[in-house]
């Protein structure tokens, strides 16, 4: 499993990568695995205000239905509509081109409730700190 070292996870399978008072938003590796090929993806609404560990969108795959769950509370100030004419993105490059939201945090917002990249490895049990599993 890729787990980046530079981003933040949520317990619900959601990684934050913080730029400032603002972080952009997506799901992990273990999620698109988990989940398997996503056909849709019903993004959330820009100016919306979501709070942390409240439902923000849903992803569909073949397999199921997902929410997806803000990591941080915030205001959501941008989506990422390429994932409307190609949802695969999220399985493809989860990291990259798949990003969900962005969201401009909170004042005085705590990160201290998500995982480091050791935490989130611990969690999902992938041995490996950073490759594949």
């Not at 709070?51 to 569909?60: H, L, M, P, R, S």
């Not at 990591?71 to 959501?76: H, K, L, M, Q």
């Not at 949802?87 to 081109?97: I, K, Q």
Request: hydrophobic share 40%; proline share 5%.
């Amino acid at each position: 499993m890729n787990i980046p070292e530079d981003l933040q996870y949520a317990a619900t399978h959601e990684w934050l990568r913080l730029d400032g008072e603002a972080g952009t938003v997506g799901i992990t590796d273990h999620a698109q695995a988990e989940l398997t090929d996503v056909v849709y993806v019903e993004l959330p609404k820009v100016g919306a205000q979501a709070n942390a560990g409240e439902q923000v969108c849903v992803v569909e795959s073949v397999k199921a239905a997902s929410d997806i769950y803000a990591p941080i509370s915030g205001t959501i100030t941008a989506v990422n509509d390429a994932l409307t004419a190609n949802p695969a993105l999220l399985n493809t490059d989860p990291f990259g081109e798949g990003w969900i939201f962005k969201i401009k945090i909170e004042a005085g917002e705590d990160i201290e409730h998500l995982k480091s990249p050791a935490q989130y490895r611990a969690q999902i049990g992938s041995a490996d700190p950073g490759g594949e599993v």
